[in-house]
């Protein structure tokens, strides 16, 4: 095939992609959320900008879900390369080695969906010169060219780069989520930070900064760290899952959540402001808040317990019920679950397992045969 062929192939298939997803379609991006009744309006995701600092394992994968979301547009900060070790990933192509990896991912993601616009900067924002572009992004990145972000992605593999995310956001008092995944591969973590509310990563550092140990000197020689495409996608998925309740007001985002994929545990808490951080920033902020304590934190399922009452019937009327999913009031006292379990389904009956004698089944004594001979002649 040629290279016009090929070109017209592409465009084709673009077209076709962009057809497929227009509001005609019932499972168009997020209308099947709206559907089904967990989101007012998902169209307001058109709407909204999102930056994402660091596109590697969680970054790439984080930018493709929001693309797939319809999200109105993405900036993307990094300033490394494709390299053929990042090929254990789900998003990076081989054909993609020796680009920049907001180029290449700037490439793949306008093809899955060209509706989304996609700002690149390839830097390091932890340079003076960059970090003040990169608070200028932040303050006016927004579709109208005017307005900050809707919210800020960390998704960056190294202390500087958090901290430096850290201080534009305490400066600029934006919300933002942190997310990491650990050396070995096994664990990660988000942390919505809200600035003077909550922790900055400042207030609770890393066991590395606490106990003064140059990071570079954890750095193994030919170790890739944090490579393993299941954690990186799960941790992804945790990121752009509270990405998405945050901008569509659906659910509770998560102010911390762990995992650890040892024992597949997740742990989830929330971590208070340090009265003694080391940013400047951090502390006014806390002051502003202990003066004028109005929470930021996106809790929404209140508003829609309350609101809620009585079965909801499918608006489509196709018969789907929703009804409460707590376990029935006939549940014995004596069933045993693991903690965070409950059965699906109550026992019907509570006796010792002797027949009563109503439940008895009588014996007529008549064989098959007979029985069946009876039956015909009904």
């Known amino acids: 095939m040629s290279a016009a062929s090929e070109a017209r192939s592409g465009r084709g298939k673009i077209a076709a992609m962009s057809d497929e997803v227009v509001d005609s379609n019932p499972y168009s991006r997020l209308m099947a959320l709206k559907r089904m009744g967990i989101v007012e ?3 307001q995701i058109r709407r909204k900008t999102v930056a994402i600092v660091g596109i590697g394992g969680v970054g790439s994968v984080a930018a493709e879900m929001l693309t797939r979301c319809g999200i109105g547009k993405l900036i993307l900060f990094d ?25 290449a991912a700037s490439s793949t993601l306008s093809f899955i969906n060209p509706d989304v616009v996609i700002e690149t900067h390839n830097m390091n924002i932890t340079l003076m010169d960059k970090f003040e572009l990169f608070l200028e992004r932040l303050q006016k990145g927004s579709l109208s060219g005017d307005q900050p972000v809707d919210l800020v992605l960390s998704c960056v593999d190294n202390f500087e780069a958090r901290m430096a995310i850290n201080k534009g956001c305490n400066e600029l008092n ?20 809200i600035p003077g509310e909550t922790a900055c990563f400042g207030c609770a550092p890393p066991l590395v900064v ?3 140990i140059d990071e570079r000197t954890l750095k193994r020689e030919g170790v890739c760290a944090a490579s393993l495409p299941t954690t990186m996608g ?12 945050h901008l569509l007001c659906f659910g509770r985002v998560s102010m911390y959540v762990g995992y650890s994929a040892l024992e ?13 951080c080391e ?3 951090c502390l006014l902020r806390q002051r502003e808040f202990r003066a004028h304590p109005v929470s930021r934190k996106r809790d929404f399922l209140k508003k829609d317990d309350a609101a809620t009452s009585g079965p909801t019937v499918h608006e489509d009327d196709f018969g789907i019920e929703l009804v409460s999913e707590t376990a029935p009031a006939d549940l014995t006292d004596d069933t045993q679950v693991s903690k965070g379990l409950r059965t699906e389904y109550a026992a019907t009956s509570t006796h010792s397992g002797e027949l009563d ?9 008549e064989s098959l045969e007979d029985l069946m001979a009876r039956m015909k002649k009904m």
């Not at 300033?79 to 180029?103: C, H, I, T, W």
């Not at 799960?234 to 309740?245: D, R, S």
């Not at 004698?357 to 004594?365: I, P, R």
């Open 79 to 103: 300033y490394d390369k494709v390299e053929l070790a990042n090929m254990n990933r789900l998003f990076f192509q081989p054909d993609q080695a020796g680009l920049s990896k907001v180029d």
């Open 264 to 276: 597949d545990f997740f742990p989830t808490w929330e971590i208070r402001p340090n009265e003694q």
């Open 234 to 245: 799960i941790v992804a998925g945790m990121l752009v899952q509270n990405t998405l309740k």
């Open 357 to 365: 004698s109503g439940d008895a089944v009588e014996d007529a004594g």
């Open 41 to 43: 309006d998902y169209e």
């Open 210 to 212: 606490a106990s003064q």
């Open 279 to 281: 940013d400047r920033h």
């Open 174 to 193: 934006h919300i933002w989520i942190e997310s990491g995944v650990s050396e070995n591969a096994v664990s990660g973590h988000i942390q919505t930070i």
